[in-house]
Each structure stands twice: as structure tokens, then as C-alpha cells.
């Protein structure tokens, strides 16, 4: 048996992940399975940083999976991510590749590598009646009270993400969970990272170029599908330019609450990473300062001295 059967890259927003995934997949004759929360929607996608050109290697186009599965509106979930994960891994391994992950979404690359046990959560009409008359900070203290890391930052601000999470903290406190059945997953791990100025910089930079591609347009035509709560739902980028679009925020205000966002978004990233670290899983840090062509080359030095089996002969 292989010691490693799957490459994970990872890192915060604008660390470069998905270019340096793509060319690492290049490399290993490998196709990418995405670990976004928010990329599998369709028109999603300067607000997701579906940087679709980043795929395009040597003039060859490296197959990616999850990306695009469903349309805006859809409430997508860690239960169906990893059944949608589980298929695209095995589709891979059957056809002699290796399935590299890419992403931040690190509640979904834990899930897998850790190999998170879940069963899909059913709609509790009756637990929603009762927490329809409740306010913002009453739902974020029942939620607290629940004893689980199932949740996070955002379930606390946006009032439908609060009440489902309540809904499937409550739900795991009332039931056992079966495991279903899952492959075994061992891989190794890529992390890109910058210094905190770096990092900083490069996403004022890069929110100030999605604006100028046209990421408000994008919101608008969004707004014209699906309602402006359910945009808000997704978060981060969509919440900010619906609250401008619907003349709630001026575009200065939009743009400074928004950069202040992913700034702290990407904070909690590295420390959620940082967890992982603690708990045991061994990540390899590259210098997101590196030319590309280092960082390819030394994570292929990394794999041929950890995982010989993965290098193409």
C-alpha cells in the first residue's frame, strides 16, 4: 500500500494556492479537487476568486472538480462535500492519477483529512418555529451553547446561517452518527504562505482588481436570479456589494467594510491551519515570496523524498 494517496494544497486568500495547485498537478500527470465553500456555484465567480486561467498549464487545461456543481441560491453543505469529494477521489485514483485538493475552506479539507463522520442534517420545522421570534445575539448564545466546532465566524452574523447551524448542532445532540463508508485518505500537505504585511497587501490589491473586472456587476446580475438575503448568505465579498447594491452602504463604505473582511477572513484561516498543525497533521510551509518554479521544484524534492510513488518516471 502507498504511503500517500492524495496531495493537499492550502492556504489563505491571495497566497497563490490554486496556480501553484495547478502546475503541482501538471507535474504528477494529477487533477484538482476543489475544497471551496463557495466556488461550486455557478456565476460565482470573481466574488469566489475563480481564477479560471490559473488552470491553463503549458498551454494544457489540468482538469478540476467541484468547481461550478451547482446554481447560486443553493445552500451547499460539509455532508455533501464530502460525498461529492469521496466520487471525484475515487473517479481519479480508478483512472491511474493523483487527486490533488486545493483550497482554504478549512472545515472541508479537515472533514477529509481527518475523516469527519457526518449524516445529512433533515429540515426541523418545528426547532425553526420556535427560533422565529429570536434576535441575532439570542440565536449566536444558543449556538454557543452547543458543543461542537461544526460552526464558524460567519453562522454567527448571517441569521439563516445561525438558525441551520443550530439546526445541526441540535441534530448531532440528539442522534448517533453512522460512518459511512469512506476511502482511506493519506496525504501530503502543501501550505502557501505570506507575512502578515504581504498578505495584507496582496488582497487589497487583488479586491481592488476584481472590482475594476467587474465583481459589482457580477452582485447585480446575482440579485437579478436569486433574493438579496440569499446573497448575503454566501458571505465576505457578496454580502458587502448587496448591501451597496440595495443602497444600504455607499461604495467606499462597501469597499473599507469589505477589505477589513477578508483581512480578518484570512486571519482566521491561518489559524485555523495553525490548529490543524497542533493536532498533528504535518503541513510544508513554501514562501508564497517564491518564484513558482522553486515552489514546484521544491515540493517535487519534498514528494520524491516522502511519496517516490507519486513522481511519474
Not at 441560491?73 to 491511474?96: C, H, P, W
Not at 420545522?125 to 458543543?147: C, P
Not at 473582511?261 to 491561518?270: E, N, Y
Not at 513558482?292 to 520524491?304: F, G, P, Q, T
Request: no cysteine; proline share 3%; hydrophobic share 35%.
Amino acid at each position: 500500500m502507498s504511503l500517500y494517496n492524495l496531495i493537499t494544497v492550502l492556504g489563505p486568500t491571495a497566497s497563490g494556492k490554486t496556480l501553484f495547485g495547478a502546475h503541482l498537478a501538471q507535474a504528477l500527470n494529477g487533477e484538482i479537487i476543489s475544497a471551496d465553500s463557495r466556488q461550486v456555484y455557478k456565476g460565482m465567480n470573481l466574488g469566489t476568486g475563480k481564477d479560471y486561467e490559473d488552470y491553463m498549464v503549458k498551454d494544457k487545461t489540468i482538469p478540476v472538480h467541484l468547481v461550478d456543481i451547482h446554481e447560486a441560491g443553493y445552500k451547499y453543505n460539509l455532508y455533501e462535500f464530502q460525498e461529492d469529494f469521496v466520487m471525484a477521489f475515487d473517479d481519479i485514483s480508478t483512472r491511474k492519477k493523483i487527486p490533488v485538493m486545493v483550497g482554504g475552506t478549512g472545515l472541508y479539507i479537515e472533514a477529509i483529512l481527518d475523516k469527519y463522520r457526518l449524516v445529512k442534517v433533515p429540515l426541523n420545522q418545528e426547532l425553526r418555529n420556535s427560533l422565529d421570534g429570536k434576535t441575532q445575539e439570542e440565536l449566536a448564545e444558543i449556538l454557543r451553547r452547543y458543543d461542537t466546532d461544526l460552526h464558524n465566524t460567519t453562522d454567527l452574523k448571517i441569521r439563516k446561517r445561525t438558525i441551520r447551524a443550530i439546526e445541526i448542532a441540535d441534530y448531532y445532540s440528539r442522534n448517533q452518527t453512522h460512518p459511512d463508508d469512506q476511502p482511506e485518505i493519506r496525504s501530503l500537505i502543501f501550505g502557501i504562505k505570506y507575512d502578515r504585511n504581504s498578505r495584507r497587501k496582496r488582497i487589497t490589491e487583488r479586491l481592488r482588481a476584481r472590482l475594476n473586472e467587474g465583481m459589482l456587476e457580477e452582485a447585480r446580475s446575482l440579485l437579478e436570479k436569486i433574493p438579496s438575503d440569499d446573497l448575503i448568505y454566501y458571505g465576505l465579498e457578496y454580502k458587502f456589494l448587496t448591501l451597496h447594491l440595495t443602497g444600504e452602504i455607499t461604495y467606499q463604505e462597501m469597499f473599507n467594510k469589505l477589505e477589513v473582511a477578508i483581512h480578518q477572513f484570512a486571519k482566521r484561516q491561518m489559524t485555523w491551519f495553525r490548529k490543524m498543525e497542533r493536532h498533528g497533521f504535518d503541513i510544508h510551509w513554501l514562501d508564497g515570496h517564491l518564484p513558482l518554479d522553486e515552489k514546484i521544484a521544491r515540493s517535487l524534492r519534498i514528494i520524491s523524498r516522502e511519496a517516490p510513488e507519486l513522481i511519474i518516471k
